[in-house]
């Protein structure tokens, strides 16, 4: 590996450490401050429209600039939520958060996939997701721990802390072209995926809204909650890589994603019809191995697929994020309609079944052969 590909992978590592570190107790952080479901479900469906108009209005920006500048808002929303005691303040958070997403992830995918190895796509997008399953496996028990010793805020001051090495890393990265944002040239570079990321989009805005707050009803100590979130990064660990290879391999995508989707969607179903948190447990763990398969397989997709690499990433975003502010405006109107949140999870699991459905009818016009 090069020099800046190793910059670019040490500051994706201290993001994600800080990420899983921090972020994983914010769900019980907002329930325990004393926010609703309906509060909680409006944060996050307020963040991801934010990211979509953040992609439709914006014209152009330094890649690397931006990228900073995600890093920088990534550790002021920790430090905003440690005291978020009014509304207003978690609204503000979920605003800051939908900018940050954007301003880090576009780049940062757009300078990781540019090292991309002719033939080992797949190999490449599971190393770029690697991180996630092995830190979620550590870091959630060690968080709960140090919330129940010192208190959640403490987690959040030190998930920014941890940012800062992050941020100087970025600071030695090239200067780099600016990126446009051209919604109707971005759309028209991916034909054939936009359908299957605003589905994916609906499932995991639903998926990661829901879970922490169903798991509640089953784990409220702190320490515990952690604990479980360790528990589900376990499944992930070796998942990437053996499903990595043996797609490179054959060259063939879709015969893996058909499988795991359908599966990871029936999962889902069974697990918002659970009623023992032994059955929440293992329907979840399940999820959480199939989802880890998933993830690198629908990336390459898109990777694979690319007429240009800078369209198809602000596309994936945009798409990404329009399904997820979907799914969890449906989840508000669930929970105001007095609804429980995790049958949400029986409606998700049932649109991702249509998934591997368009997928085949959209790779008939694909280019290349998935």
């Not at 397989?297 to 997820?324: H, P, Q, Y």
Request: aromatic fraction near 18%; include cysteine; hydrophobic fraction near 55%.
């Amino acid at each position: 590996m090069d020099r800046p590909f190793l910059r670019l992978y040490s500051m994706q590592f201290f993001y994600i450490f800080s990420h899983v570190f921090g972020w994983t107790l914010s769900s019980l952080y907002f329930v325990k401050s004393g926010y609703s479901f309906l509060d909680i479900a409006l944060y996050f469906a307020l963040s991801y429209a934010t990211s979509m108009f953040v992609i439709m209005t914006l014209k152009h920006s330094p890649s690397d600039k931006m990228m900073r500048k995600g890093l920088i808002l990534k550790m002021l929303i920790f430090i905003v939520t440690a005291y978020i005691y009014v509304k207003p303040l978690l609204f503000i958070s979920g605003i800051m958060w939908g900018f940050m997403s954007i301003a880090y992830w576009v780049p940062m995918n757009i300078h990781f996939f540019k090292f991309r190895t002719a033939g080992k796509h797949a190999s490449h997008v599971g190393l770029f997701f690697a991180l996630w399953p092995i830190l979620g496996a550590i870091l959630p028990a060690i968080a709960g721990i140090a919330a129940q010793s010192y208190g959640i805020a403490f987690v959040f001051l030190a998930s920014a802390a941890i940012m800062v090495p992050a941020i100087i890393i970025s600071l030695s990265m090239k200067q780099s072209d600016a990126l446009y944002f051209d919604f109707k040239k971005f759309t028209a570079n991916t034909k054939g995926v936009k359908t299957i990321l605003f589905l994916q989009g609906i499932w995991e805005g639903i998926d990661w809204l829901a879970v922490p707050l169903v798991t509640l009803s089953f784990v409220s100590g702190i320490a515990d909650f952690g604990a479980f979130y360790s528990y589900l990064g376990v499944f992930g660990i070796f998942a990437f890589f053996i499903a990595g290879k043996a797609s490179d391999k054959s060259g063939k995508r879709a015969i893996f994603l058909y499988p795991v989707t359908v599966a990871m969607a029936m999962c889902t179903i069974l697990s918002g019809l659970s009623a023992t948190f032994f059955a929440w447990g293992v329907l979840r763990g399940a999820v959480s191995f199939l989802v880890n398969l998933f993830s690198p397989f629908a990336m390459t997709v898109v990777v694979d697929t690319s007429k240009s690499i800078e369209d198809s990433m602000i596309s994936r975003e945009f798409f990404l994020c329009f399904g997820r502010a979907l799914g969890t405006s449906l989840v508000a109107l669930m929970l105001a309609m007095s609804v429980p949140i995790q049958y949400s999870l029986v409606f998700s699991g049932t649109i991702l079944l249509l998934h591997p459905l368009i997928l085949r009818e959209k790779k008939k016009d694909y280019h290349v052969d998935i």
